[in-house]
């Protein structure tokens, strides 16, 4: 049975936060919702990871902004 071509779709975007504060590890996600848009969510995580970095109490401050997708390919019937 052949195959149609490959679709890909994007699912959602997901970002985080990590950073080091002494011994403990800090992990937090940024959320967009409502009417919130992935601008709105990069505006976030640039404002976290400022903020972060600029404080004496936090250390390996990191974000990453992630995205997940889907590809399907449906199944033709035989000739």
Same mark, same amino acid.
């Given at each position: !049975? $052949?195959? =149609? *071509? $490959?679709?890909?779709? *994007?699912? @959602? +975007? &997901?970002? #985080?936060?990590?950073? /080091?504060?002494?011994?403990? %590890?800090?992990?937090? /996600?940024?959320? &967009? =919702?409502?009417?919130? #848009? =992935?601008?709105?969510?990069? @505006?976030?995580? *640039?404002? !976290? +990871?400022? +903020?972060?970095?600029? %404080?004496?109490?936090? /250390?390996?401050? @990191?974000?990453?902004? %992630?995205? @997940?997708?889907? /590809? #399907?390919?449906?199944?033709? $019937?035989? &000739?």
């Amino acid at each position: !049975m $052949p195959y =149609e *071509q $490959p679709v890909t779709s *994007q699912g @959602s +975007v &997901a970002w #985080t936060i990590n950073a /080091t504060h002494g011994p403990v %590890s800090v992990s937090a /996600t940024v959320i &967009a =919702e409502g009417s919130g #848009t =992935e601008a709105d969510g990069d @505006s976030a995580l *640039q404002d !976290m +990871v400022d +903020v972060l970095h600029r %404080s004496n109490l936090f /250390t390996n401050v @990191s974000g990453t902004k %992630s995205y @997940s997708a889907e /590809t #399907t390919r449906s199944m033709q $019937p035989s &000739a």
